[in-house]
């Protein structure tokens, strides 16, 4: 199996500009979860869906981040408009189970807004 | 009170020791812990699973458990340069600590 895919890798863009950040499952994998990774803050967990629905979205910082599940093999986390403090590391994971045993984190997004 | 708390660190040991990362969580009704390591630039992967008070061994690693004192620990026996790494606590799967960034000399 490829493991949790996310694109791009790296992303620059300027201040008030619209990011999409695009994450592929593992196949089988019913739970899907967006985090964010910062030095101060750490990983936090912004929402996470069951089965392409939105189960717990308290994570999200503000209605400038949205995001959707439209099948079972594609999410995407999009932040319209883009904040400098929005710069972090976000991570995409997946796990087939409802008791969450281990979460297959991707290679993660580095986003950087200037 | 952040829900989880971890020493940012770092912790350096020497090559051979044992390496001791400590966790402390607010929510008395969790459940299930997790200890993830991270390396430099890439994402987290889980290294082990406890549910129940007490030790936990695989190979190198041992967890361990007091839910009645809310603390999780990892031991890394004879520790390698390898290991260094930031090792995260989660607590019910979905709670992460800010990690402990573990530095292990040759």
């Known amino acids: 199996d490829a493991g949790v895919i996310q694109s791009p890798r790296h992303e620059v863009t300027e201040m008030g500009q619209e990011v999409t950040l695009r994450c592929k499952p593992i196949?089988?994998?019913?739970?899907l979860f967006w985090y964010r990774q910062t030095m101060m803050r750490g990983l936090e967990l912004l929402i996470y869906?069951?089965?392409?629905?939105?189960?717990?979205d308290s994570g999200m910082p503000e209605d400038r981040f949205s995001a959707k599940m439209p099948n079972a093999s594609f999410s995407t986390l999009k932040i319209q408009p883009s904040e400098p403090r929005d710069s972090a590391v976000y991570f995409c994971?997946?796990?087939?189970?409802?008791?969450?045993?281990?979460?297959?984190f991707g290679p993660g997004t580095r986003l950087t807004v200037t | 009170q952040k829900e989880v708390e971890q020493n940012s660190g770092p912790l350096s040991v020497p090559e051979g020791a044992i390496a001791s990362l400590n966790c402390t969580y607010s929510?008395?009704?969790?459940?299930?812990f997790f200890w993830y390591r991270q390396y430099s630039g890439k994402s987290p992967e889980l290294i082990m699973s406890?549910?129940?008070?007490g030790d936990k061994e695989d190979g190198r690693f041992t967890a361990q458990l007091n839910k009645a004192s809310q603390y999780v620990s990892l031991l890394i026996r004879d520790s390698q340069p390898s290991d260094s790494a930031t090792y995260l606590c989660?607590?019910?799967?979905?709670?992460f600590g800010t990690g402990t960034r573990l530095l292990v000399s040759p």
């Open positions: 196949s089988g994998h019913d739970y």
């Open positions: 869906f069951n089965n392409n629905v939105p189960i717990d």
């Open positions: 929510d008395r009704g969790s459940q299930s």
């Open positions: 989660a607590v019910s799967a979905l709670v």
């Open positions: 994971a997946s796990t087939p189970s409802g008791s969450f045993p281990e979460q297959y």
């Open positions: 406890i549910y129940s008070n």
